[in-house]
């Protein structure tokens, strides 16, 4: 039977209690979308002016926190001028949907309200328990079923791993001491430089391409076997690993590696790496820590000057000898750890994190009116017996009414 909670504007004001007097947004029958502004240290905005029209167009009144889109090059005169309401945090946060990217100060929200960020669930379960005690229904993003065509336009995972992973690369090339495309000069021939990407998902993808635009030589690795083609697509050349099977789950991301099979990949993808110019990292499992795939013996052996730009230090790193956040010189290899790539990209970042939101919103709606279709597979994902379904693991609703939901049993289980 299918189910469907609707959700008004005036119940949740009547929920929070009063809109505050003097506040300029206008709550009449229209719904409403709140965008806070981000922690000091992000500098992204989760919506931008030109895809605030698609919101109303799904009648949503928008309204932005003063200065939220500030870091990102987003002035609050061009959300004004495409029909946004500028307000205080407590107008952002008193939406029916507040959209973020960041987990907001949820203790000023209340029951009833729709909360849609990257909630990065599996890494921070309290967190997750606090939200959903609060009664709020939680989206978290992060959690999309990528695998559904309807949920590419949507996926948040993606759009900032592309650009992670450009930057990545990028960042690489300004720091090595060294040209990266090969230049015939009358003073003599340069060599390019030789880049080894490790992993092969979006963001390794994005790099691969990134550096042969730049003249790079390209070495890459993955785990997953469907990713040769693709790398060899790109102008890469696939580190073949001996003893290599298709290490991929039913969700996308790559299976968890026995210990002796992380040691022959690190073995023979680091000896490749051993007269690399630039070495960047990729390699994520979702919801847990990253695996080290540079160890610190491996750094040992790496020419001075090399580079080592590690993707995940968020999530504990990538490179053994990693700092989150900083930039260290380790045996005379530079080691970037930058926590928040998208970040040092705001303005597009922003843009397409903004388009995802929007196309997410359009599940939300029935009728000019907030409707969760508890049976959609964006929110719950893909049924029992569809090829597309993923055991214990369901779409981006996370929380609703009190609980984690149903769809959710791994997440249940690791929250306790």
């Not at 959209?99 to 000023?108: E, G, M, R, S």
């Not at 029951?111 to 669930?121: F, H, K, N, T």
């Not at 990253?290 to 730009?309: C, D, L, R």
Request: hydrophobic share 45%; charged share 20%; glycine share 10%.
């Amino acid at each position: 039977m299918l189910r469907v909670t609707l959700l008004s504007a005036t119940q949740v004001a009547r929920t929070l209690g009063v809109l505050v007097e003097d506040s300029s947004a206008k709550l009449g029958d229209k719904m409403l979308a709140g965008i806070p502004r981000e922690p000091e240290s992000e500098t992204r905005v989760a919506m931008v002016p030109n895809v605030v029209p698609k919101l109303a167009k799904l009648g949503f009144e928008v309204i932005v926190e003063k200065g939220a889109g500030a870091a990102a090059g987003y002035d609050d005169k061009y959300y004004a001028a495409k029909g946004a309401t500028l307000g205080s945090r407590a107008d952002a946060l008193g939406a029916d949907l507040v959209i973020a990217i960041n987990v907001p100060d949820f203790d000023a929200m209340a029951s009833g309200q729709i909360l849609a960020c990257v909630a990065d669930p599996f890494r921070d379960t309290a967190r997750i328990n606090a939200i959903t005690e609060t009664g709020l229904t939680l989206c978290s993003m992060d959690m999309i079923p990528r695998r559904l065509s309807r949920a590419q336009s949507m996926d948040v995972n993606s759009s900032q791993d592309n650009l992670a992973g450009y930057k990545a690369v990028l960042l690489g090339a300004a720091e090595v001491p060294r040209m990266i495309p090969m230049m015939m000069t009358s003073a003599g021939t340069v060599k390019p430089a030789k880049y080894v990407v490790m992993g092969a998902g979006v963001a390794g993808l994005q790099a691969i391409a990134t550096a042969k635009r730049l003249g790079a030589v390209v070495w890459a690795s993955d785990v997953r076997l469907a990713a040769k083609e693709q790398i060899e697509s790109l102008g890469g050349k696939f580190i073949e690993v001996e003893g290599m099977a298709d290490f991929e789950d039913e969700s996308g991301y790559a299976k968890p590696l026995t210990s002796d099979f992380i040691q022959k990949v690190n073995d023979t993808v680091c000896k490749v790496a051993q007269d690399a110019d630039v070495v960047v990292t990729t390699a994520r499992l979702f919801g847990r820590a990253a695996p080290i795939t540079v160890p610190a013996s491996a750094i040992e052996t790496m020419k001075p000057g090399a580079v080592v730009v590690d993707m995940n230090t968020d999530t504990g790193g990538n490179c053994e000898l990693s700092k989150a956040g900083q930039t260290v010189v380790k045996h005379g290899v530079i080691i970037i750890g930058e926590t928040n790539l998208p970040g040092l990209l705001p303005h597009t970042a922003s843009l397409l994190f903004a388009n995802n939101l929007s196309s997410f919103a359009t599940t939300l709606v029935s009728d000019g009116k907030l409707a969760l279709n508890l049976e959609d597979e964006i929110l719950v994902g893909a049924p029992e017996g569809d090829k597309f379904h993923v055991p214990g693991m369901g779409g981006v609703l996370v929380a609703h009414e009190g609980a984690i939901h149903a769809a959710q049993s791994r997440l249940r289980e690791a929250a306790g």
